[in-house]
């Protein structure tokens, strides 16, 4: 399954400023393991049927724009904030992981989302918002901002129904990350493809599910149990693109 189509090969784990990094542009260039990618992502989709698909920067929303593609949800993106304008946007607050020696935290950082894009029907006097959301990152740490944007979401009645990355730490650096367990207590479903633990990738939670055909010269993906074929684009970048 996982070990046949071998991601730790297109996967650079590597650290920038003294925190994780997770560049996913090997991914990006190949389309096979590319489609690959994102059908097995597919299946928490299907698990959990979120009414919204939201990215989180910085990999997220590529991720997330080409899990809609694949399942017909709504995508979201949250972007990185340059302003606080909560009349247009909601506003989430996060503070970084650690960085290098320091043993206290940096200040916080801001997300936003259009509070349009939350709407069923976007760009009308109708407000009803979507009810349930899945979240999307490349990488899972310490899961602050994850919590902090399924926070933002709860408090105009979007449900956070789950968390989905590509890897997901456990430790760096010698120190536990307890994204997963900090997710997991607000009832938030996450799924990882791989695990990194140790100096070592493992495969995660969506290593169970049947192996997709791929026809790598036109940019197709025949699921094995659906028996359907999912065309993909190719103009993406996964270093927070979009």
Same mark, same amino acid.
């Given at each position: 399954?996982?070990?046949?189509?071998?991601?730790?090969?297109?996967?650079?784990? &590597?650290?920038? *400023?003294?925190?994780?990094?997770?560049?996913? %542009?090997?991914?990006?260039? *190949?389309?096979?393991?590319? /489609?690959?990618?994102?059908?097995?992502?597919?299946?928490?989709?299907?698990?959990?049927?979120?009414?919204?698909?939201?990215?989180?920067?910085?990999?997220?929303?590529?991720?997330?724009?080409?899990?809609? /593609?694949?399942?017909?949800?709504?995508?979201?993106?949250?972007?990185?904030?340059?302003?606080?304008?909560?009349?247009?946007?909601?506003?989430?607050?996060? =503070?970084?992981?650690?960085?290098?020696?320091?043993?206290?935290?940096?200040?916080?950082?801001?997300? /936003?989302?259009?509070?349009?894009a939350l709407k069923? &029907?976007?760009?009308?006097?109708?407000? &009803?918002? +979507? @009810?349930?959301?899945?979240?999307? *990152?490349?990488?899972?740490? %310490?899961?602050?901002?994850?919590?902090?944007?399924?926070?933002?979401?709860?408090? $105009?009645?979007?449900?956070? $129904?789950? +968390?989905?990355?590509?890897?997901?730490?456990?430790?760096?650096?010698?120190?536990?990350?307890?994204? =997963?367990?900090?997710?997991? #207590? #607000? @009832?938030?479903? $996450?799924?990882?493809?791989?695990?990194?633990?140790?100096?070592?990738? =493992? &495969?995660?939670?969506?290593?169970?599910?049947? /192996?997709?055909?791929? %026809?790598?010269?036109?940019?197709?993906?025949?699921?094995?149990?659906?028996? =359907?074929?999912?065309? +993909?684009?190719? *103009?993406?970048?996964?270093?927070?693109g979009m």
């Open positions: 399954m996982l070990d046949d189509i071998n991601f730790e090969k297109y996967i650079r784990l &590597t650290s920038r *400023d003294g925190k994780p990094y997770l560049d996913l %542009d090997l991914i990006a260039a *190949d389309p096979g393991p590319r /489609q690959m990618l994102i059908y097995y992502l597919g299946f928490h989709t299907k698990d959990l049927d979120p009414e919204i698909i939201l990215g989180l920067p910085n990999t997220g929303p590529a991720l997330a724009k080409m899990m809609a /593609q694949f399942s017909g949800k709504r995508y979201v993106r949250a972007r990185k904030g340059k302003r606080f304008d909560e009349s247009e946007y909601l506003t989430i607050l996060y =503070r970084e992981s650690e960085s290098g020696e320091e043993s206290e935290r940096k200040g916080k950082r801001h997300l /936003q989302i259009r509070r349009e069923k &029907t976007i760009n009308s006097n109708d407000g &009803t918002l +979507f @009810r349930t959301a899945l979240l999307v *990152d490349g990488l899972l740490e %310490d899961g602050d901002k994850a919590l902090e944007t399924a926070k933002k979401l709860k408090e $105009v009645g979007i449900r956070t $129904v789950g +968390f989905s990355c590509v890897v997901e730490l456990r430790e760096w650096d010698g120190k536990p990350r307890r994204g =997963r367990e900090i997710l997991e #207590e #607000e @009832r938030i479903n $996450v799924k990882s493809i791989l695990v990194y633990e140790n100096g070592k990738y =493992r &495969t995660g939670d969506e290593s169970k599910h049947s /192996q997709p055909i791929v %026809d790598e010269k036109r940019g197709i993906i025949i699921a094995a149990k659906e028996k =359907r074929k999912v065309v +993909f684009e190719d *103009d993406y970048s996964l270093d927070g």
